[in-house]
Every structure is written in C-alpha cells, then in structure tokens.
C-alpha cells in the first residue's frame, strides 16, 4: 500500500514566523508586520491574532470560526480581518455565516485581504 505523505499545507502557503508567532503563511506574517507598524503610527489601538469567533444561530452553537486578524481602531470599533490566498468552499460558507451574523453591527467591520 503507498501512502501520500505531504509536507506542509495543501494550498501551497508556507508558514512563517514573525516575532516569535508563527503565521500561516507568509501573506498573514506580513499583515501582522504592517499591522504592528499602524500601532507605532497610532492610525489603529490593538491587534490580535486568531480571535475565536462562536457561530450561532437561534440559540444553537453551529462552529467556531478563528478569524486571522481583530483590529482595534481608534474610535474603538473592531475590525475582523481575514488574509486569504486561496479561499476553500468550507471558508466561503464560514464567511457567508458570519457576514450574515455580524455585517448588519455598525461596530463591527469584515475585510477580507487576498
């Protein structure tokens, strides 16, 4: 019997490591290192990485989805950003639930980077 042993991701995105933290890719990395040098440049508060977002509809807990990027800006409105490269059939349909969930809040904004 021969197995198909890969090395890394299936897409093709190469983890990286970008102050101690390793990144999914080498597009989220640089996203974090622009996103440190907004902070310096006080044009946004904070940012977070991998922020656990629970989606669920009537009361009923469907999934969690792990957004890439949270943004605090300086008006204190987050901001969810997602890097993508290549966007899955299973991330288009998370994406649509939580547009669905969260898009109407006018405190909350959804980006996505590609």
């Given at each position: 019997?021969?197995?198909?042993?890969?090395?890394?991701?299936?897409?093709?995105?190469?983890?990286?490591?970008?102050?101690?933290?390793?990144?999914?890719?080498?597009?989220?990395?640089?996203?974090?290192?622009?996103?440190?040098?907004?902070?310096?440049?006080?044009?946004?508060?904070?940012?977070?990485?991998?922020?656990?977002?629970?989606l669920d509809?009537n009361?009923y807990?469907?999934?969690?989805?792990y957004?890439d990027?949270?943004?605090t800006?300086?008006?204190?409105?987050?901001?969810?950003?997602?890097v993508?490269?290549?966007p899955?059939?299973?991330?288009?349909?998370?994406w649509?639930?939580?547009?669905?969930?969260l898009?109407?809040?006018?405190d909350?904004?959804?980006?996505?980077?590609?």
């Amino acid at each position: 019997m021969t197995w198909d042993l890969r090395r890394g991701s299936k897409y093709g995105a190469k983890s990286t490591e970008y102050e101690g933290q390793v990144y999914h890719s080498k597009k989220e990395a640089g996203y974090a290192a622009e996103l440190d040098l907004r902070v310096r440049a006080k044009d946004i508060k904070s940012w977070r990485r991998q922020v656990r977002i629970p989606l669920d509809v009537n009361g009923y807990h469907i999934c969690n989805y792990y957004i890439d990027f949270e943004l605090t800006h300086n008006d204190d409105t987050i901001e969810y950003v997602e890097v993508k490269g290549f966007p899955t059939e299973v991330w288009r349909l998370k994406w649509k639930l939580t547009e669905a969930l969260l898009g109407d809040r006018d405190d909350i904004k959804l980006t996505v980077v590609t």
